[in-house]
């Protein structure tokens, strides 16, 4: 069974730093692509990150390119995702989520998702 567990959201500053941590189990990161996913109440969840061994490089929303870092630990089957130079926009509910292949934004490439962590920026 996979299972997806996201973590480490929480309230920092504006221009502070968060780590959020996505647990996985279930599924091997060499046949996989694992994606953040954003939501803000109101709005669609939208991709902001990806990661995928057969994918080439990792993707990024232009809203985050160089502000967050995705990264993985195939030793702890975890994908995390540095934010750093938070904004208040980037407030919302993070999600993780996971599927054979290679990355996508697309909320229907993704059959895995984790429970959402909350993610408040204060300005």
């Known amino acids: 069974e996979v299972q997806l567990q996201a973590s480490g959201g929480g309230l920092v500053q504006a221009g502070g730093s968060l780590r959020l941590s996505c647990a996985t189990s279930g599924f091997s990161f060499d046949d996989a692509a694992i994606a953040w996913f954003r939501q803000v109440p109101g709005n669609e969840r939208e991709g902001i990150s990806c990661?995928?061994?057969?994918?080439?490089?990792?993707w990024y929303e232009d809203s985050v390119k160089g502000r967050f870092t995705i990264s993985s630990d195939d030793g702890k089957n975890t994908v995390y995702l540095q934010m750093d130079e938070l904004k208040s926009e980037d407030t919302g509910v993070y999600y993780c989520?996971?599927?054979?292949?290679?990355?996508?934004?697309?909320?229907?490439?993704?059959?895995?998702w984790g429970k959402g962590t909350l993610v408040t920026v204060s300005s």
């Open positions: 989520a996971a599927d054979l292949g290679r990355c996508s934004f697309l909320k229907s490439a993704y059959r895995a």
């Open positions: 990661i995928s061994k057969s994918g080439g490089v990792p």
